[in-house]
């Protein structure tokens, strides 16, 4: 327990804000053994609540809560009589931007945006209209690419969208040592508090397919107009899953969720849906719209595969 707690403190340096959360190795199981050894995948998520980290591995289940002791005793009673007088509502349902949040555009001499920003999105082939559509923008405060959270509601005719969190993507290119030794995890997620929360595009809701990224779902929604939703992590939870029903569903991970996949799967069809996995070796933001058609569709046609999904057409990803 000890070991876990220190590698924790040790990765977030106590400089996260309430509600942030993020992931990171995890070699060490609470008895001492090792979580695992085959893959290098942040299986652990933290997540910053009031007075204390909350962190929990998706590979072991290992779980628990480190009280932060950067505060003593008077500053934490304060912090609590302050909260008490905050509207619940405030307290647990208000999600915004960060303040500085700027919308991504045409990039320009004069734009604050750094060019890193737009290069990240630009290499997954996201053109300047995908941007605006999912309201992508910068903080300058986080130093991160910023893609807004909504959820969907049917309200007559027209379609109303409400912001319930928003995920920041570090566009240094650092490699996993260097972001471990630099502290700068890759992805931090801020949504409401309560149930889990997920990104999910526009599309035809009859197919959804899974993916474990926001830049994943876009690309497969922008290929096929299908739902695509991003699981911000490799767990599906109870409220998604009353969602699926009824539906046909596609869960797409990388190589290296293999065997998650196909325990998620299996878990998703006891429970009665219609589930299948498709499985390359890379994320579906990895590779072209035709290669990402082909895939979902060869799926549709064949079923379950263990090994990559050979493309109807002969067309090659794109890294």
């Given amino acids: 327990m000890q070991v876990i707690k220190q590698e924790i403190l040790d990765a977030v340096g106590g400089k996260f804000l309430q509600g942030d959360s993020f992931r990171m190795l995890h070699r060490k199981k609470m008895d001492g053994t090792v979580c695992s050894q085959e893959t290098d995948d942040p299986a652990m998520v933290v997540t910053r609540v009031a007075n204390a980290w909350v962190y929990h591995c998706h590979r072991c289940h290992c779980s628990g809560s480190i009280g932060d002791t950067s505060l003593h005793p008077g500053q934490t009673r304060a912090r609590i009589e302050a909260l008490k007088k905050i509207p619940v509502n405030k307290v647990t349902e208000k999600v915004d931007l960060p303040r500085d949040f700027l919308a991504m555009r045409d990039k320009v001499d004069h734009d604050p945006v750094p060019w890193e920003a737009y290069h990240w999105l630009w290499r997954y ?3 300047q209209d995908d941007i605006l559509r999912y309201k992508i923008g910068w903080s ?74 926001c830049l994943s779902a876009i690309k497969v929604n922008l290929a096929t107009g299908y739902c695509a939703v991003a699981l911000l992590n490799t767990d599906v939870g109870d409220d998604l899953l009353r969602w ?19 325990k998620m ?17 890379k994320d579906p933001k990895d590779y072209n719209s035709v290669y990402i058609m082909d895939v979902v569709r060869e799926g549709e046609r064949r079923g379950d595969e263990t090994r990559q999904m050979r493309p109807l057409s002969d067309i090659r990803p794109t890294f």
């Fill in 265 to 281: 799967v299996d878990k998703m069809r006891q429970l009665g849906l219609d589930a299948k996995r498709l499985f390359t070796t």
């Fill in 140 to 213: 300058e405060i986080y130093k991160r690419v910023i893609i807004p959270i909504y959820e969907f509601a049917h309200m007559g005719d027209a379609i109303a969208k409400k912001l319930v969190g928003w995920v920041g993507r570090d566009v240094q290119q650092l490699t996993k040592l260097q972001r471990k030794v630099k502290r700068v995890p890759k992805y931090l997620t801020r949504a409401k508090k309560g149930r889990r929360r997920y990104f999910m595009t526009m599309g035809d809701t009859d197919t959804v397919v899974i993916c474990e990224d």
């Fill in 125 to 127: 082939q996201l053109h």
């Fill in 244 to 262: 699926l029903r009824g539906r046909k569903v596609f869960l797409w991970l990388d190589g290296d969720m293999l065997s998650k996949s196909i």
